[in-house]
């Protein structure tokens, strides 16, 4: 009778142990490695250079793959064109089809933003290649890089929406405010 009380104990034993490595408990904390690479999103912006058939209302875009895309220009709307359309200027184009047409919803002249801008606190130059040097030493978090992603400009983790871009003005907004920059020369 022992023996059978110490064969079922055992087996008891062996059912448990097998049991709790399979379940892990629910409120486990997972390690967050800060340089992991966060979850990549689809980018739907068109890079490519503005062609000569680019006119008020239609733009041209030579793609990068060397595809000739026409947009149409809603001039109606909000400023869509960001940095203005200049034949042979680098762009990135965020579109939606509207009746079968390609509509332009979001321009931004790559050419244009590339420069230095500074204002009251950053110093920075926005430089080909996805790269941003900061040009004031004690910054404690400066920009190193840049990309835009649908339709957005991200500086480091920072998203931000341009808001304006000319010439020599440079209006970013995010959830922190409207960041205004100027060219410096």
């Known amino acids: 009778m022992r023996r059978l009380f110490y064969i079922a104990a055992v ?4 059912l448990l142990i097998t049991g709790c490595k399979q379940n892990k408990p629910v409120n486990q904390i997972a390690e967050v490695d800060s340089t992991a690479a966060a979850p990549t999103i689809a980018d739907s912006t068109v890079y490519g250079v503005c062609g000569e058939g680019t006119s008020m209302h239609a733009l041209e875009l030579i793609t990068d793959t060397g595809d000739t895309l ?11 064109v960001k940095g203005g359309l200049l034949a042979g200027d680098r762009l990135a184009v ?9 509509v332009a919803r979001n321009v931004i002249n790559l050419t244009t933003l590339l420069g230095k801008w ?8 926005i430089e080909e290649g996805g790269v941003v040097k900061s040009n004031v030493r004690a910054e404690s978090n400066p920009w190193t890089n840049w990309k835009i992603l649908n339709g957005k400009l991200l500086l480091n983790k920072d998203t931000f929406t341009i808001n304006e871009l000319g010439a020599d003005s440079l209006y970013l907004e995010n959830k922190n405010g409207i960041f205004a920059y100027n060219r410096q020369k």
């Open 118 to 125: 500074t204002s009251i606190d950053k110093n920075f130059e």
């Open 94 to 102: 965020v579109s939606t089809e509207v009746d079968g047409e390609k």
């Open 70 to 80: 026409t947009y149409m220009v809603n001039t109606d709307e909000e400023e869509n």
């Open 11 to 14: 087996l008891l034993a062996a």
